[in-house]
């Protein structure tokens, strides 16, 4: 049954439209009340001047200029209703200023369509560029199930200086997650470079500790670096790998991961060696670490977005702690995981963050295959 007109509802009128599409009606209607409650004592017209702006702020040009006509049109009635008024010297000024107003707020509006146009373009490529970059984390791959997000520090980004990605490899499930030092077009193509050569080399390298090297001659060559962009650019990274009941984990310079399962959580002890971009500074060789994960345990990897979120006391958040005293009692599974640290996260935080946040949640579901490749 159709609602009867006492039943309208004016919360959704105005939140289907939005009110400032509703000001220059309202505007009209204003002064039309008034000019009938002063009788003509009083010219009021001259606030018709202010309509046309109010429609080029969220209509096109032809509704802008029939606006435009509609006021004049208005303002000459009024006027023409109080004798000896219409042809005025203040209110013949005040026809030009309405058309001279409309006329400019119709190229507003062009300008303003031709805008919108041009944002909606670049949001389409900004939205292909994060799908082509940072892909859906895959809900099953291999032996491995897994849950993430990812959330720009900068509003109104698709991609800024966090990546991650995961594939299935000859050596077992292979992943990544970093964040660039900095933001701008050097963090993006920066990731760019990274992710592009984890996708290659994961496939091609036995070795993690090679595999990470190969990543950090990537920065070198296709990164910023190369050209004349930061050169003081790098990316703290883990490159892991996941095979049987364990992982293998290279640490550049990253947050520990955490293990969380039904008794608590723990940080997996890593061998923290420098940043993708800066391991020319060491002669030493990368150490890989393993850790065997317990069953029903979920492996949590995150950026410094995370971790370094900050209350109103300015107290960071304790990714481990929060995420042991909220699976104390119940099972994890990797959706479970990343909900619960995006809604704990986001309430914690005292403000909109400014650093972007990436967050992997990985748990083991089979057994592993029977053969494996080796170089």
């Known amino acids: 049954m159709p609602p009867q007109p006492s039943s309208l509802n004016w919360h959704f009128l105005f939140s289907r439209r939005g009110w400032i599409w509703w000001m220059p009606i309202i505007a009209v209607l204003l002064v039309l009340i008034t000019e009938v409650a002063v009788q003509g004592r009083e010219p009021v017209s001259f606030l018709l001047t202010g309509v046309p702006p109010l429609v080029s702020a969220t209509r096109g040009p032809r509704a802008t200029a029939w606006s435009t006509f509609g006021c004049l049109g208005l303002q000459m009635l009024m006027a023409a209703a109080r004798p000896g008024h219409f042809d005025e010297q203040h209110h013949v000024a005040l026809y030009m200023a309405t058309l001279v107003i409309g006329v400019v707020s119709i190229l507003l509006a062009r300008q ?22 940072l892909r859906p984390v895959p809900s099953r ?8 997000y990812y959330s720009p520090g900068e509003g109104g980004t698709f991609v800024g200086g966090d990546l991650y990605d995961m594939c299935e490899t000859p050596f077992g499930v292979r992943v990544i997650i970093g964040d660039v030092r900095g933001k701008g077009l050097d963090a993006v193509q920066t990731v760019a470079a990274v992710l592009g050569s984890f996708r290659v080399s994961a496939h091609e390298w036995q070795d993690l500790s090679v595999l990470a090297d190969r990543l950090e001659l990537s920065i070198v060559r296709n990164g910023p670096k190369a050209g004349t962009g930061d050169p003081e650019l790098f990316v ?20 520990a991961p955490v293990a969380v399962g039904p008794h608590g959580a723990r940080h997996l002890a890593t061998a923290p ?11 030493g060789r990368v150490l890989t670490t393993e850790h065997v994960l317990r069953p029903g345990e979920v492996l949590v990897l995150y ?7 900050r209350n109103t006391d300015g107290t960071f958040y304790p990714v481990m702690e929060r ?3 909220h699976f104390l009692t119940s099972e994890p599974d990797p959706q479970t995981v990343v909900s619960f640290l995006r809604t704990d996260s986001d309430s914690w935080s005292a403000a909109s963050e400014e650093d972007d ?9 089979q057994p592993p295959p029977q053969h494996r490749v080796h170089n």
Not at 303 to 309: C, I, N, R, V, Y
Not at 357 to 365: G, K, N, S, Y
């Open 112 to 133: 303003r369509q031709n805008t919108e146009k041009h944002l909606i373009r670049a949001k389409s490529v900004a939205e292909a560029m994060q799908r082509t970059l």
């Open 236 to 255: 703290t990274a883990l490159v892991m790998e996941f095979a049987g009941d364990s992982v293998r984990i290279v640490d550049r310079g990253h947050p």
């Open 303 to 309: 950026t410094d977005g995370l971790s370094e979120a």
């Open 357 to 365: 946040q990436a967050v992997l949640a990985i748990t083991l579901t």
């Open 141 to 148: 791959l291999a032996q491995v199930s897994a849950a993430g």
């Open 273 to 283: 060696a420098l940043p993708l971009g800066l391991g020319d500074l060491s002669a």
């Open 323 to 325: 995420l042991g005293e």
